[in-house]
C-alpha cells in the first residue's frame, strides 16, 4: 500500500470529537497547532460535529477551523 501524503486531504483526522476526551484533544488542536495544519473532526452525528466547530470558533475566530467528515458506528464492522 502506498503512502502518498501529498495526496491526503488531512495531516490528522480526530475520530469520537464529540466526546469529552475529544473536545479536549480538538480545543489542545485549535490552540498548538500550525495555522497550516489539515485536520478534521470525524463522528458519527453531524450535529454533535457541528455543534463542536461552533464551540472552537468561539475559542478563537481567527484560526482556521477543521474540516468535518462522518464516520460510520466502529460496533458495525461492515459500516466501516
Ligand atoms: N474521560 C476521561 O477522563 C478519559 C480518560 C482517559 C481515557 N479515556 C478514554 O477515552 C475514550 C473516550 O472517552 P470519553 O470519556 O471521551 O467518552 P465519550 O465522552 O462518551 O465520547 C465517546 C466518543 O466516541 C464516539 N463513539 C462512541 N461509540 C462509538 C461507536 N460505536 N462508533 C463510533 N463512534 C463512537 C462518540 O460519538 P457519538 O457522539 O456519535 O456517540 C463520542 O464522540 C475511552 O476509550 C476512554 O476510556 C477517557
Redesign the pocket.
Known sequence: MSLDHAARPYDLVL?????????LTAEYIIKNAPTNFKWAIA???EK?LLDVIKELKELDPNRPLPGKTQ?????STGSL
Open positions: 475520530y469520537g470529537a464529540s466526546g469529552y476526551t475529544g473536545k463522528g458519527r452525528n454533535k464516520t460510520s458506528n466502529t460496533g
